[in-house]
């Protein structure tokens, strides 16, 4: 142990300092040392010095770390700030491309962008809407496909309906849908008067092809003047050749001499006609009878496109002037109340006898009207009506009626 002694000493007019060396439990003198205070002042600045010197050594160590510390995290500041407006940048210029291939018709772009931020969830939404796009234009497609083969059915239809003195012929059609399978046709002479009316199997497009090739066919067969029952067969025949096998049509084929009031018709698998006895638009009676109706049942053969033979029995009724045949698609019939309760024969005989009456464009507006109310405007199928009046024989120029062609 080393004790300073507390009273100093003066040797050689300089001041000194004694010091005594003891050993460890501070008992027994080991030695006695004196040094002089210059020397002591000396050493003390001297150990001063170095520990100075160590000090900034330790203090530049960690300035320069430190240093380090803040250009690193400085540099990875700057770095971010370059990159993420880059980054931002480039995924919004994604997006800007996308919006004009989208505004050319172009509905397959990948919007493939993965930055965890808003402009994800921006990319996520958009890929969403080119969906819907998509979607929408594909609708709006099949819209204008549905418009065309709507406008192609109409112009295939008689919209201008012929005339001839002892007939009045009215047809009324309502479509489920803007394209369907009813389908009819009307042809005139002075001295007859030659109805179509048909329902091709199916909804929709497939209706109306089926429906368009039936009547392109039979309206080229009869143009060559066959008699009905060859129009029916060689339509059935180019049916069978040129459509798909699950493809039919029915179709009522119906002629009325004017001359005689009588009316032959062939029923390929249609409903039956309904004929009103005795109603004439100014109401009352015609030779005292009171107006009544009946389904016309007759021979009824098969649909056309399905049979090689689909037979070709025809139904023959005389009409008696005042009289109305109404012929009219499975519509009519199979119409469906909310509750599920189906239209029927039983409602559309009622109905059309309560409004015999009415005049012949009324009946089939009413008869229509009947139906959508009983429907509460929901149709699940299209309602087709050809009402056909017999008025009577007409007188010739040369005094005699007019007599049926061939």
Not at 6 to 33: K, Y
Not at 143 to 163: C, F, G, M, T, Y
Not at 328 to 344: C, H, I, M, N, R
């Amino acid at each position: 142990l080393v004790e300073e002694e507390v009273i100093p000493r003066a040797s050689a007019g300089n001041r000194s300092q004694a010091f005594r060396v003891l050993d460890q439990e501070g008992s027994r003198l080991i030695q006695d040392i004196e040094i002089q205070s210059e020397l002591l002042r000396t050493l003390q600045e001297q150990r001063l010095q170095e520990t100075e010197r160590e000090l900034s050594s330790r203090s530049r160590q960690a300035l320069i770390i430190l240093i380090i510390v803040l250009v690193g995290v400085g540099g990875a500041a700057i770095t971010l700030a370059f990159a993420l407006p880059r980054r931002l940048s480039r995924n919004l210029s994604r997006l800007v491309e996308v919006t004009r291939a989208i505004g050319r018709g172009d509905f397959e772009q990948d919007v493939d962008i993965h930055s965890g931020d808003e402009v994800e969830e921006l990319a996520t939404r958009f890929t969403e809407m080119q969906s819907g796009l998509q979607r929408l234009q594909q609708l709006a497609l099949q819209d204008r496909e549905l418009e065309i083969a709507a406008s192609i059915q109409r112009n295939l239809l008689i919209r201008h309906i012929p005339v001839t003195p002892g007939l009045k012929i009215v047809p009324i059609q309502r479509q489920a849908n803007l394209v369907g399978g009813d389908w009819y046709d009307i042809d005139v002479t002075p001295r007859s008067g030659t109805v179509v009316i048909g329902d091709a199997s199916g909804k929709g497009i497939a209706a109306a092809l089926m429906a368009t090739v039936a009547l392109s066919f039979l309206r080229a067969e009869k143009g060559l003047g066959s008699p009905p029952k060859t129009v029916i067969a060689r339509t059935n025949e180019a049916l069978l050749d040129a459509t798909d096998p699950d493809s039919f049509t029915t179709l009522v084929y119906a002629v009325i001499d004017v001359s005689s009031g009588e009316a032959r018709w062939l029923n390929m698998g249609h409903p039956a006609p309904f004929l009103l006895k005795g109603g004439t638009p100014e109401g009352g009676s015609v030779d005292g009878r009171e107006p009544r109706g009946y389904y016309v049942e007759g021979p009824r053969n098969r649909v056309l496109g399905w049979f090689e033979d689909p037979g070709l029995n025809v139904t023959v009724n005389q009409l008696a002037p005042g009289d109305r045949l109404i012929f009219y698609t499975d519509g009519f019939l199979e119409a469906k109340s909310p509750e599920g309760e189906v239209f029927g024969e039983h409602r559309f005989a009622e109905a059309a006898v309560r409004l015999t009456r009415v005049g012949i464009e009324e009946l089939g507006e009413q008869l229509i009207g009947e139906v959508e109310r009983f429907a509460a405007g929901k149709l699940d199928d299209d309602l087709t009506m050809l009402i056909v009046e017999y008025e009577g024989a007409v007188q010739q120029e040369d005094g005699s009626a007019a007599a049926q062609d061939g």
